[in-house]
């Protein structure tokens, strides 16, 4: 079964740019979940999709933002970049939520110039 | 709100040493909790779990036992190899938050751990 799949896996930007981020789960998985990783913050919860909506949500302004297809397929969008948007960004996803084995995928690594 | 506390590091031992890695957690409700591992240049992978008070997850030589009366869930192994060398992440889910819902994963810091030869 292959496993959860992000793509890109690098990205240069620059400040005030906008970036669409994009996440395959694992077939067969509905819930999908966005992390933000920073050596100062370590890892935040952004938000999590379950059949096309949005379920739950951290804490993270208007910016970041997300959406779910069909094939449960997910991007993230970030507008108007900052040099502190700057992170690893990762994805998980599960079958039914956070109760359940998260299967993260490898990251899209983002710097913003 | 909830929120994992662990020791950062990074901390060093050789290979054989016995490992501690100590995780306290404070949280609304009854959570369920974890432990994820982190290679160089990868994403997070599942090292072992506990959903109730006094479990004991398990895996590949790792184990930790929800406690909760001490609200702790430290990780161990008995005898660390090279190959142990990563970040750990002590994390805990939380379906009866403050807010009425999940918040998603709430992580620790991690633990570099790096094992010597």
């Known amino acids: 079964k292959a496993g959860v799949t992000q793509t890109p896996r690098y990205l240069i930007k620059t400040r005030g740019q906008q970036v669409t981020l994009s996440c395959s789960p694992i077939s067969g998985h509905r819930s999908v979940s966005w992390y933000q990783q920073t050596p100062g913050q370590g890892l935040q919860f952004l938000f999590e999709y379950f059949s096309e909506t949005q379920r739950n949500k951290g804490n993270f302004p208007g910016r970041f933002s997300g959406r779910q297809f069909s094939n449960s397929r997910s991007e993230m969008n970030v507008s108007t970049l900052e040099l502190g948007d700057s992170a690893l960004y990762l994805c998980?996803?599960?079958?039914?939520?956070?109760?359940?084995?998260?299967?993260f995928g490898p990251g899209t690594r983002l710097l913003v110039l | 709100g909830d929120s994992v506390t662990q020791m950062e590091g990074p901390v060093t031992l050789s290979e054989e040493a016995f490992l501690t890695i100590n995780c306290t957690y404070t949280?609304?409700?009854?959570?369920?909790l974890f432990w994820y591992v982190q290679y160089p240049g990868e994403g997070l992978q599942l090292l072992l779990k506990a959903t109730k008070a006094d479990d004991k997850g398990s895996n590949k030589g790792f184990e930790a036992t929800y406690r909760k009366e001490t609200t702790s869930f430290h990780l161990e192994k008995g005898s660390v190899q090279v190959s142990d060398s990563a970040v750990y992440f002590c994390a805990l889910s939380d379906q009866f938050d403050s807010g009425g819902g999940a918040d998603g994963l709430t992580f620790g810091k991690g633990t570099h751990l790096i094992i010597q030869p």
């Open positions: 949280a609304t409700g009854y959570p369920s």
């Open positions: 998980a996803s599960s079958l039914d939520g956070f109760q359940e084995t998260q299967y």
